[in-house]
């Protein structure tokens, strides 16, 4: 029997070859029906009909379109067992470069959208259910240039705790999963696969190497299926032990992509 036969799941953050990609496939296979979601439509539907699943539209900065797409799922799945959030903006910017427009954009991609996303998702889950958000290894270790963006994902993260402690007795269990860099995806594929680079993380990786899609894919489908019955609140670190050590510095980066 697959691991979600009989699940219904949302995954949010939808698009070729990305992490949210990834999850969708992996679901399909172990039996979930599914409803995938992104900001553009016709890649959107290039993975939607990949993985036989429902595709809607879906802007995480526009609360309207948040509301269209939990109110599409419950009706078009029937209800919803399962959600993950794989929405992010992978900013680069010195600290004090980061202007207003910036710091509204990160908020609205990474705290509040995901925020109300969170709103509406616990009020159709009377059954219960799994959240899950993608978070990142930088919301408890540094990476130059990055600040907006990991203060938002830290701040989500204690957001998923919040739900996790006040939607419990619902039987919601909400987690969040923190990758470091991926190297099959999109955001950091490319560098990651530079010998220099993969060498420079490798260094501070105890497990000796990068990770790739199918290490956050497979805890992420541990944490949707019944396997993780009693586990939420948690931020579950899927960095190969990153957090032990420490991100290359910005100038190790740039040295490891001149060499």
């Not at 990949?50 to 900065?61: F, L, N």
């Not at 379109?65 to 959030?85: F, K, M, P, S, W």
């Not at 990160?106 to 509406?120: E, V």
């Not at 993260?157 to 991926?182: M, Q, T, W, Y």
């Amino acid at each position: 029997m697959a691991r979600l036969d009989g699940k219904t799941a949302l995954i949010l953050g939808v698009a070729p070859g990305n992490l949210g990609d990834h999850i969708a496939r992996r679901f399909a296979e172990e039996g979930a029906r599914l409803m995938v979601a992104g900001r553009r439509e016709e890649p959107l539907r290039e993975v939607a009909d990949a993985v036989g699943a429902v595709a809607q539209v879906c802007d995480i900065e526009k609360e309207a379109d948040i509301r269209a797409l939990i109110a599409a799922a419950n009706e078009q799945l029937g209800r919803i067992d399962i959600a993950v959030n794989a929405t992010g903006w992978g900013l680069l910017k010195p600290f004090t470069e980061h202007s207003r427009e910036d710091l509204d954009r990160m908020c609205a991609i990474q705290f509040t959208g995901p925020f109300q996303l969170f709103q509406s998702l616990v009020e159709v889950m009377p059954a219960g259910g799994s959240i899950i958000q993608i978070s990142s290894v930088t919301a408890t270790i540094m990476f130059d240039h990055h600040a907006a963006y990991m203060g938002t994902k830290a701040g989500l993260d204690h957001v998923v705790r919040c739900v996790a402690h006040e939607f419990g007795h619902k039987g919601i269990r909400a987690n969040s999963l923190s990758p470091g860099g991926i190297a099959d995806t999109p955001m950091s594929g490319g560098g990651l696969n530079l010998p220099s680079l993969r060498d420079l993380y490798a260094r501070e990786i105890p497990l000796g190497r990068p990770g790739v899609a199918r290490d956050v894919v497979d805890a992420a489908l541990w944490l949707a299926s019944d396997e993780s019955a009693f586990v939420t609140g948690q931020n579950i670190q899927v960095s190969g032990g990153q957090t032990l050590r420490r991100n290359p510095s910005i100038g190790e980066v740039f040295a490891a992509f001149q060499g």
